[in-house]
């Protein structure tokens, strides 16, 4: 970890990498904290790697969890998580700014989890929550996360477009217009999708 | 649509764990290690990665003298986009590809009869690449991503600010202005483009056609994209704008044009208006005008005359009133002449 970074979420709970920076008193925090980040990915941008590195110990956790659920494969979402930072670091030239840096890095992994599933629909397992509900378990609160590994289970034998667009909306709270930009599937066969992981969702919760 | 999708489907409690699930979830290693070798092993982005500036600088200059004198075709075939194998047998460059493959500037992805395939649009997009088709990657920069389709099918879904994505056909280059369409050639440009989102403009020989939302385009060999026309245009204003567009109907095409369109076809004749000999240019205006009236500061003298702003405001009228109609259609009943719910 870089020195002196610590770690907080602004207001749409994205993460930030937040070095404390005694010329942003008069910023709200959110100010503060995107001014920071700024700062990390301009240093990203010139080829700093720590400042890099900061960016992924920010972010890891939100990636990991996106590409796990995405994928339903543990093995799988660990390469992905590499994929998706290797990828950004590549193409760190092109942000700009227009959005935070999360919003970016996210549909940039949305995309290159959604292109990587596509080309391996072959995959007959997925054993990510069963095979360590721990990991679940640790993220979450204690008293739920019986109930979170069972739901977890649940989503993970979802068919796989079904449970794409669930992550999506009702997880990670993209509209379906926006799942639709990401992925290339029309807004109406997202709301099928979305439609049909409830329904089995429900049947395989109450089973 | 902003609002969210109501759940009628799970039971309170259930979207209430939905909701509590964990949004982090921390990797079971220490993933860093691994991203950090691979960063440094194939460095093709923004920094130096643990490389200092002073071995790089002294490569730069190095590298731009050997540009300097002329190596052209390293500077033209710099670039690559991923591709993916979503059917059949797919060939990158001639060669069969596996599961997934690079496609380089100077590439070309060829599908036969059984095979699909979908490139990686940089960062922006996707194209699919649809049975029995050849596309070449022509330029892999952020500023420019271009495909050439030779023949053959493509669906392009981009999300990109407008004109940095384009697609060369033999019978024009149809630009990206935010959008997705279905795009087929024949080998010698007769073609069809179909509107799927947003806008795309068409252009060739000089001709510009903008195709919306909801609409399509026919293209032929040496005379570039035709007017473009609705989904649910009529047949005989369909046969109209082709006869005018590709078989000389001239004046006679244009009356039938006229005819035919309704109120929704104003892009067709806001497009006609601009295409049609002077002497019809009234006849092309008065129509239109009394399908869709002219917004305020848009004058018949101007409009025949050509004035660049007074098209562009009717022109934005128009595409403001199909974009209402479209989006909610099933929603409201919306007046094709004002865009207004009736």
Not at chain 2, 96 to 102: K, P, V
Not at chain 2, 219 to 232: A, I, N, S
Request: aromatic content about 8%; overall charge neutral; hydrophobic content about 40%.
């Amino acid at each position: 970890m870089v020195e002196g970074v610590e770690v907080v979420e602004d207001d749409e709970g994205w993460p930030f990498p937040c070095k404390p920076d005694p010329g942003a008193r008069h910023l709200t925090p959110v100010a503060t904290i995107a001014r920071a980040i700024d700062d990390l990915v301009r240093r990203a941008q010139s080829g700093e790697e720590a400042a890099f590195e900061a960016l992924y110990r920010a972010h890891a956790g939100r990636v990991f969890a996106l590409c796990l659920r995405l994928s339903g494969d543990r093995t799988r979402a660990v390469e992905l998580v590499q994929d998706v930072f290797v990828r950004c670091w590549e193409r760190l030239g092109s942000f700009r700014g227009e959005s935070a840096f999360g919003s970016w890095l996210y549909r940039l992994a949305v995309n290159l989890v959604w292109m990587a599933n596509r080309g391996d629909r072959r995959r007959e397992a997925r054993v990510l929550p069963v095979e360590d509900p721990q990991a679940l378990e640790r993220s979450g609160d204690a008293t739920t996360a019986g109930v979170s590994v069972d739901l977890e289970r649940a989503i993970g034998s979802l068919p796989d477009g079904a449970r794409e667009v669930f992550v999506l909306y009702d997880i990670e709270g993209y509209r379906h217009e926006e799942i639709a930009r990401m992925t290339g599937i029309a807004v109406g066969t997202s709301k099928a999708q979305l439609f049909r992981a409830r329904r089995l969702l429900r049947e395989k919760l109450e089973r | 649509m902003n609002e969210r999708e109501p759940d009628t489907e799970l039971t309170p409690e259930q979207q209430r764990a939905v909701g509590e699930l964990p949004r982090r979830i921390e990797p079971p290693e220490d993933l860093w290690p691994g991203i950090r070798d691979r960063i440094r092993q194939g460095n093709r982005g923004v920094g130096s990665g643990g490389w200092s500036w002073r071995f790089w600088v002294p490569l730069a200059i190095a590298a731009s003298l050997l540009l300097a004198v002329g190596v052209r075709l390293a500077w033209v075939r710099t670039g690559s986009w991923s591709v993916e194998r979503t059917a059949g047998a797919p060939r990158v460059d001639g060669a069969l590809m596996g599961t997934s493959g690079t496609l380089r500037v100077g590439e070309w992805v060829e599908t036969d009869d059984s095979s699909q395939a979908v490139i990686a649009v940089g960062t922006i997009g996707h194209v699919d690449v649809r049975p029995g088709s050849r596309v070449r990657l022509v330029r892999a920069r952020d500023t420019d991503h271009r495909l050439a389709l030779a023949y053959g099918a493509i669906h392009a879904k981009v999300d990109a600010p407008p004109r940095i994505f384009f697609v060369e056909t033999p019978a024009g280059t149809v630009i990206d202005l935010g959008c997705e369409y279905t795009l087929e050639t024949d080998s010698v440009g007769r073609g069809l483009i179909h509107v799927t989102g947003g806008y795309v403009e068409f252009a060739a020989n000089g001709v510009r056609s903008i195709v919306p939302l909801g609409a399509y385009a026919m293209t032929r060999p040496g005379r570039g994209p035709g007017v473009p026309y609705l989904e649910d245009a009529p047949a005989a204003l369909r046969a109209a704008l082709e006869s005018f567009d590709f078989n000389q109907g001239g004046a006679a095409a244009v009356r039938q044009a006229l005819a035919a369109a309704r109120a929704e076809d104003a892009l067709s004749l806001w497009h006609l208006l601009v295409r049609v000999e002077s002497a019809q240019r009234g006849d092309v205006y008065d129509r239109l005008a009394a399908l869709v009236p002219p917004p305020a500061g848009v004058t018949r003298e101007g409009a025949l005359a050509q004035d660049p702003a007074m098209l562009e405001r009717y022109w934005s009228l128009i595409r403001r009133i199909e974009f209402r109609r479209i989006i909610l259609k099933g929603i409201r009943d919306v007046d094709p002449r004002t865009g207004l719910a009736r």
